[in-house]
């Protein structure tokens, strides 16, 4: 009995350490990514995510991409032409693109990826209100024919975050816009591993031998995507605090973005480093109802923005200076369309004109509902900061808690506060998705169709036609001027600062690149 | 014996029904639309709406119900809202993680807390019985992830000796799937061990002081016969209830456990879907767990007979 005990225990034994070798020696240079999310839907069109978007990055490529400058490149583009009348767009694809699957990229496929995504995206949709036809001239060139000129043709398709235009086979991006596709091919610079992926637990992607990078060096979203691994794998691990702790033991190498208030932590493990990898950052904002009182009254919106101070918000949620900037321009300090708000909008509130401008507006005190989203944490300290500058602004404020989840269902309800309603809420972007009035979402105005809040104003939709259409960049940036100038004017929302939000890295991993997503070509391993 | 199994059996069905409507009627009264989650946060109500069409979820709610129930009782669970997968294949997926968690728990659980029950009747006011009634007063005080954090904090990250996190399939690695489960285990134990071991001491104190323990002793039995093989299998009913009973603490202590571990097992699912409003993953999950409780307590009642022939079916 003993014997047969021994022998088994031995055998056990030697299964595990050649088990234990073998995946090891298969891998070669593995990065282990922890991504701020699960990473549950892998179609990027399908839903605005951030985690699928950085999915998409992985597999698939792009016609056009932004640089570390945000000046749109040709990526899987060869060149590209416009007509004199600026009404006919020539693309011609690079030499040697593949799908992961071995079949040739063609134009074909790529005016099927361009309809898919111009009817889920919103510049996607402006884009394709341009468009009177495509023309596919040969498999490796085709045309983009529009009813007018449009300004932001190689924008849109140089869009860097949510929803990005990425090219997916033909019968993939024949899929129905609202249903999610089923087939992980694209031909980007790493190859998904169905097999070994299993959501909830990891992501495998590993590079694409066939991936026939650009000459240039990789810059932002452009440039040579050179994989320098053999593996990436996207662990899922929700709790920030276990991210924390699996990087210092070298577990993982790297984190997206952990929370601010763990980054001392992180400051003082020896081997770990942190990183900026989205130097433009993000913005906060928040968004009043329009369509139910009082902030259908102009008047009641302008002092709700008159009892704000960027800095209340920056310290309660981000909390060190130099992860923050007060920042009074809607299209992001330090990019082309910033312009700063007059006077001390939002930098030093004026209590005292506020409650005036209520009693002039008539406001009975009844209680605005603000929803406060307690399940993201850059969101939670949000709504308090905001009940307390509204309520020395002269509001009553009926601050209503809940998990960010029930924040996206509630904020759709277009109802009165009574029938399950609200009148504020917070939220915040990638500043990527927010520099010019036509991907910035909270800029539409078309009422009914316009994002939650449905503001309606006819005279701010006018001026973003004109921004659509214009393609001198100088006018282009009046007109950006006067679009945040009557976003004030109407007091359509708030922009409530600008933060940032650094990786943090094992000391071994060099090369992430400064991009708006965290893309994980170019990084080395040591 | 059969006729009270098969009774159980049938009595399992009117369970799962009520489990299914509550569970099916909680999830669409409270707040939380799952086309919301998925269109992300730059979509509009527009684009909420035709998703939520897709979905089926602009149908009436009894609709909805009457299409659900008729496919789970033909074995179509249905499919993820969020994985592209059928909810039978994600649980599938996630179920090896939580059964080992579990299994393991429930040795280190039996094989901590029923020696030291014992020597704490044993050794009744002793400093043994102080420490165990200590123990256990403290495990049931102290949540699941205070005791994961300091375990993770000592033995993971001040010493080295095991990983943070993480999950390696038995199949892949033996030893990298051990040393995985040594802190979720006895993280989750810990409550288990502070329940049995208690309830251990009080069953085997109430035995030690039946007659046919003098009279075992009388006959010059040693100590451990003497508690081994009279006291400890006269006390094992209420123990076997408790670890019955336990199989919900277990459930509840999996979702935290797993989600501190990162753990990809059937607990993080459920919150996964919880906060996504995956509603076809909660409902199956919700029936799965109830199905899982009904049978282990079904088994524990069949266990009493190998311990006290007294009982019949």
Redesign the interface.
Known sequence: MRKVLKRTLAA?VA???L??AG?VLAQGKVVKFVQNG?L????PI????YVTRNHGYFIYDTLFAADENNVVKPQMVDKHEVSADKTVWTFTLRDGLEWHDGKPVTSEDCIASIKRWGA?D?MGQKLMDFVKEFKEVNPKTFQMVLKEPYGLVLDSLGKPS??VPFMMPKRVADTDP???I?SQIGSGPFVYMNAES????KHVYTKNAKYKPRAEPASGLAGGKVVKVDRVEI?????P??QV??I??G?IDVIEQPPHDLIPLLKKEKGVALYNWNPLGHQFIFRMNWLQPPFNNAKIREAALLSIRQEDYLKATVGEPEFYKVCTAAFICGTPNAVNAPGDLFVKPNFEKSKALLKEAGYDGTPIVLLQST?LPVLTNMAPVTKALLEQGGFKVDMQS??W??V?????N?GPVGQ?GWNIFH?F?VAA?ILNPIST?YMVANG?????G?PNDPEMEKLRDAYAKETDPVKNKELAAAVQARALQTAQYGWVGQWYGPGAMRSNISGWLKAPVPVMWNIEKK | MLDFIARRLIAIVPVLGVVAVFVFLMLRLT???PA?????????????A??RT?LGLDEPIWTQFAIWISNVLQGNFGESF????TVAE?IA??VEPTLALATCTLVFAVGISVPIGVMAAYRQGSLIDKAVMGFSVLGFSVPGFVIG?CL?YVF??EL?WL?????VRIG?????FAERMVLPSLTLSVGFVALISRITRASVLEVLNEDYIRTARAKGLSNRVVLMRHALRNAAVPILTVIGLGIAILIGGAVVTE????L?GLG??T??AV???DFPTIQTVILLFSVVYVVVNLLIDISYTLFDPRIRY
């Open positions: 056990m299964g595990a350490i088990s234990s995946p699960n549950t839907i892998l179609d399908w839903t605005t995510a889920r919103a949510s929803q609202f249903k999610q089923d299993k959501p909830g637990e662990i899922e691990m929700p709790d605090q276990q702790n699996a210092a033991a577990e399940t809940m998990d989840q029930t996206v269902t509630r904020r759709t277009k399950g939220t972007s998705d979402s009914d169709k316009a994002w939650f449905w | 707040p939380g639309d919301a989650v998925i269109a992300g946060d730059n979509a509009t109500s527009d684009q909420i035709d998703i897709k969020f994985f592209k997968k994600l997926q996630r954090y993770i993971a990250i080295g990983p943070v996190q993480g999950y892949v690695n033996f030893w990298q989600s501190v571990f990162g990809p993080r699912l919150v996964e906060l996504s409003r």
